[in-house]
């Protein structure tokens, strides 16, 4: 017998789900998707077909295997939770699965096996209004249907909005069966590029690696992989253009000829040539008013000086373009234009950085490993609406851009199926704690093709709830809704969820 139930798109599927609807009943906005999750219970295949809602997308789910709980404790969050209270905040104790992966079934039929889980995403178009169908489930023997309503509102997501995204793509070609810049390589590397403008990412970041350099006793930077990453982004609809780190342009390509280490004075003249190459690159190709220049990642306390003189010579060499980094320090202002805090270490030090914006400054925020639960993250022991709810967060704050370090960083020693969560050391020896589980990757590599997934869906519909916000005339109006659903100390009111999300659908 064919069963079918259905359930939110912003709740995790597990093996064991239970309860669920016996049809679909959901509200979008115009120029969005209304999404949902099945469980299928049947044998055999099962052959999909619909009517009244065409353009429907169906995926078949895949189950990852979180073989750790989160467990990141940040020194500079000083207020945290300790480790023993961290477990009451865990969706599920690790081991477990958890239906994350989503693979597109083109020709709409599923081999079913006892309980199989698929994902709808429905394309809503630009017209208002209430939309009837009906999903046909047929295997040999049998047919199930499930009724579907879906009302439209009028309220629409613009295709450009105002939100700027950044996570950060540096792809191991291994994982897709290519080698570096080959052919194939650039071929899966722009599939990976549809999955974050899918995820309304607009900044390409443009990772170090695509730079060569040759020496003759002066640096000379060839940037011909850069233009055709760039060529990339830009026919996919990027806008904006991230520039590399510079520890990382130094480590990669200068040390191996200068041999001091990273910090040390030699380290500057040669990243004077860089930076002067560079600003020519772009300015040659009309880049420069796009172009937002990364120092390099996290600087604290202890280096925070040579950090500064670095945003000097960027400011200097590359006049006109603002500088960005996600920082641990509260004395980057004069280097950095855009500082990008975690959630939490803007929340421990909201006066400072609120003098900072009144200085002139912008800030974005950021999550990586940390804040650890109960604070909003994307790990796979945690709630899948806080992935949405970051930018319900993004909007409370007044902050229009986010950043996230991992979208597909998944080294040759993980397996991101069974493995997602993995020790910091695979990056630095000197670390002994482990990376959260899913935090190193919001896609999946899957038979040499990267698949897409849930909290990625739940990224893009996080993003165009900060749009809709965003038009709303009343800001207060706005700040009321979201605080139905985002609580002072930034955590998730999740049971307020549906209800706030109705209110802004209905508010203009």
Known sequence: MIQAKIFPAEEWLYPDSAGGRESVDLCCPSNSF??????????????????GLEGLQVFRLLPVTVNLNSSFIEELDTEHTSLADL???????????????????EDMSVLADGDTALYFKWPSGQQAGDFRGEIRLKTDRETCLVPCHVK????????????????????????????AFSQKYWEKLTEILKLARMGRQNFCNVSAAYFQCSYDGSYHFDFTRVEKFLSIC??????????????????????????????????????????????????????ETITFQHIYDEPREKNVAFYRE???????????????????????????????PTTRFYQLNREV??????????????????????????????????????????FLLDCDGYLHWGFCFNPDAQDPWKEPSI??????????????????????????????????????????????????SDREKALQIVRKCISEDFTGNRQAFREAYLELLCTP
Request: hydrophobic share 40%; proline share 8%; net charge negative.
């Open 152 to 179: 439209v509102f009028s309220a629409s997501v613009p295709e450009k909005g105002r939100f700027n995204m950044i996570n950060w793509i540096e792809m191991n070609p291994n994982k897709y069966g290519c080698t």
């Open 87 to 105: 477990p009451q905040y865990y969706t599920k104790k690790a081991p477990f699965e958890v239906y994350d992966a989503m693979l597109p079934l």
């Open 423 to 472: 020790p910091f050391k695979i990056f630095d020896d000197s670390l002994e704690q482990f990376l959260p589980p899913g935090d190193t990757h919001i896609i999946y590599p899957y038979q040499g093709k990267p698949l897409g997934s849930v909290r990625l869906e739940m990224q893009r519909a996080g993003v165009e709830d900060f749009e809709l916000l965003s038009q709303i």
């Open 34 to 51: 209304a999404c949902w999750q099945m469980m299928l219970r049947a044998e055999g295949t099962v052959r999909i077909s619909v009517s």
């Open 310 to 340: 670095l945003g000097g010579l960027v400011h200097q060499y590359m006049p006109g373009i603002p500088t960005m980094d996600a920082v641990l320090s509260l004395h980057t202002e004069e280097a950095a234009d855009i500082l990008i």
């Open 234 to 287: 830009f026919f996919l609809g990027f806008e904006k253009i991230e520039g590399p780190s510079l520890k990382q342009i130094y480590e990669n390509l200068v040390m191996p000829v200068e041999k001091a280490a990273f910090g040390a004075p030699e380290c500057l003249p040669p990243l004077r040539q860089f930076l002067t190459q560079w600003y020519a690159f772009l300015k040659k190709n009309h880049y």
């Open 353 to 394: 950085f609120e003098q900072y914006r009144k200085n002139g400054k912008t800030l974005w925020l950021y999550t990586c490993c940390w804040p650890s639960a109960p604070y909003l993250n994307r790990f796979l022991d945690m709630p899948l609406l806080d992935v949405r709810l970051i930018h319900w967060l993004n």
